[in-house]
């Protein structure tokens, strides 16, 4: 369930104005310092991400609410961050929990704006230095383990997928907020005739994780950041249990 008004701002952590869209794509930079003043993580958060100038502000509050909820359910590992682009969700990850020795990103091409987004988070939090290391090589090309929390924010259609399988055959933590489905590349199974696309082949993919002995997570991060807000996360069972479902932005 949505929450409304000052209790929604308390358990997001950040004030969610409407006249300050989250979901914007303009650049956070120094003239945006005033609305993160606080104290809370998130506010330093947002400053060093003003300092860097280079994130559009989407981005910030997409990587934000993906951790938090993901850090909920799955402590400590290495974190993978699959599809990563700048590398902000690898960051988020270990600043939410510093018993995660290190984050790696994924992507075969590392934008313009991941230096100097790097560059502030460390001047903010030293401790992170040398403990997010980045390969600009696919997914593929990456080896795997049992203790990774492996971590994809809108890797595009079926790329979702393969960062599904290279979880399981590694028996890995995963979270994925999938974006892009299309129907040549991603499974919708036989779902197709009752709901749209995107969450008949995002609710297979759940399915696929809890049919493959993992406790699943099926949540939503909130709308106005991104309509690509399903998140599913998937934790290795120790005993048996199933899907629950949490949607709505907490
Ligand atoms: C939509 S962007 C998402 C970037 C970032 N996670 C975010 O949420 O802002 C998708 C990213 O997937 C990367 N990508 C494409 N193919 C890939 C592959 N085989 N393995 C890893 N990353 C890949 C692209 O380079 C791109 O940066």
Redesign the pocket.
């Given at each position: 369930m949505y929450l409304a008004g000052h209790a929604r701002h308390a358990r997001l952590g950040y004030d969610s104005g409407v006249t300050f869209s989250h979901g914007a794509k303009d650049r956070l930079t120094h003239h945006d310092l005033g609305r993160f003043a606080g104290e809370t993580l998130f506010d330093r958060l947002g400053r060093a991400v003003c300092a860097a100038g280079v994130l559009p502000r989407k981005?910030l509050y997409?990587a934000w609410e993906v951790a938090r909820r993901v850090r909920r359910r799955v402590r400590g590992g290495r974190v993978v961050d699959?599809?990563?682009?700048?590398g902000l969700?690898a960051h988020v990850m270990l600043l939410l929990d510093d018993t995660s020795p290190e984050a790696l990103v994924?992507?075969?091409?590392r934008p313009p704006s991941a230096d100097a987004l790097h560059a502030a988070i460390i001047d903010a939090w030293p401790r992170l230095s040398q403990r997010i290391r980045w390969f600009e090589t696919?997914?593929d090309a990456v080896t795997l383990d049992a203790a990774d929390v492996i971590v994809s924010?809108?890797?595009?259609g079926a790329?979702t997928d393969r960062v599904l399988d290279a979880a399981l055959a590694a028996g890995a933590a995963v979270a994925v907020l999938p974006?892009c489905h299309d129907d040549q590349t991603c499974d919708a199974g036989p779902l197709g005739g009752w709901m749209d696309l995107a969450l008949a082949v995002d609710s297979l993919r759940a399915v696929r994780l809890a049919d493959r002995g993992y406790d699943v997570w099926t949540q939503e991060i909130p709308p106005e950041i991104t309509p690509k807000h399903r998140l599913l996360v998937g934790r290795p069972r120790p005993q048996s249990a199933g899907v629950t479902a949490e949607s709505g932005a907490e």
């Open positions: 981005e997409e699959v599809a990563g682009g700048h969700l994924i992507d075969p091409v696919p997914l924010s809108h890797a595009c790329l974006c």
